[in-house]
C-alpha cells in the first residue's frame, strides 16, 4: 500500500509515499454463487457508513463478477450455509447456466453488458428447468 525509504542517499528518504495501484478493469468469471456471497460480506467490513476502504472499494467497483450457476450441487455444497442457492445472483453482475451444448448468460447488473440477441423461448425454459432441478437437488 506504501512505501518507504531508509537510505539517507535517497531524497525521499523518511517519507511516506503511497504505491501506484492498477485500478484496471478486471472480470471474475466462473465464480460460484455461494463463493460470490463472500465479496458481499467483505464489503460491508470495507464500503459502510463508518468506514470505507477507498483502495478496496475502487478494486471492487473495477470488477465484473461472472457468476456460474451449480447444474448439479452436492450435498456438502455452501449454497445453504451462504444462504442462498445454486443459481443465486445476489453479488454478481451476470450469471452462467450451463444448457450442455452451450450457455446462457444472464446480465444481473449494469456492470455487465453485452450486445447480443435475446435468448430463444426454448433457451429460457431449458434454464429455468435446469434451475429448478438443481434447486430441488440441494433442498433434499
Known sequence: MFEYSLDPND????ILKEDPKDYSPLAIVGIRPCDAQAFLIVK?????????DPWWVQHYESTVLVGM?????????????ANNGPFHEEGLDALIGNLGECFFVKAVTEKFFLKVSPATDEALNRYRIEKKKSVNLVSR
Open 11 to 14: 531524497e525521499d528518504a523518511h
Open 44 to 52: 460491508r467490513n470495507f464500503d459502510n457508513a463508518e468506514y470505507r
Open 69 to 81: 450457476g451449480c447444474n448439479e450441487p452436492c450435498s456438502t455444497c455452501f449454497c445453504t450455509t
